[in-house]
């Protein structure tokens, strides 16, 4: 990562760590996460948040790695709106309750578009957030919500559901 931080070949930066990632090198998410807490450059920000998705794919829950406390509040003072969506993302992963609650915030945000809404809820599906259905049984008369909320809670087994949603339909 060093040298690819160090590069004069614009593409190397972007392409190193989604290689580390790719081959699922035993602790690439804490050489991120490491790699994060000590750059200030948003360029590098991105690559490296870029390549700790990559890494954290499909995974709903992850231990959080020691230093992503630093990283996250080095990375949270940017001013890119693309590296606080992509921390967040991360952040969601690594099973944090305040990011947890914001992208709940954002998914019933009617001022949001309706794409960035569904990747929101998309990722507190993936990380299988505890405190979902509540607000997804909320969010039942959103008509630009309406089909991914429906799609989300045919997943889970409780009857009330099915009840919540007879009662609006």
């Keep these: 990562i060093a040298l690819a931080k160090s590069a004069s070949v614009s593409e190397l930066l972007p392409w190193t760590p989604r290689r580390i990632a790719a081959v699922d090198y035993e602790n690439s998410d804490r050489v991120f996460v490491r790699e994060l807490s000590r750059t200030n450059m948003d360029n590098h920000r991105i690559a490296l948040l870029d390549g700790l998705l990559l890494c954290l794919r499909g995974k709903s829950k992850v231990e959080k790695p020691n230093d992503w406390d630093k990283a996250y509040a080095s990375c949270n003072r940017s001013e890119l709106e ?88």
């Design 82 to 169: 693309s590296v606080r969506t992509r921390l967040l993302s991360v952040a969601v992963v690594l099973g944090d309750p305040d990011a947890m609650r914001t992208v709940r915030e954002m998914v019933t945000n009617p001022k949001l578009s309706a794409s960035r809404r569904s990747e929101a809820l998309a990722s507190l599906v993936s990380a299988k957030d505890p405190n979902l259905q509540p607000t997804l049984l909320r969010m039942l008369d959103d008509t630009i919500m309406r089909e991914p909320v429906l799609r989300t809670l045919s997943v889970y087994d409780d009857d009330f559901i099915a009840k919540e949603i007879l009662k609006k339909y």
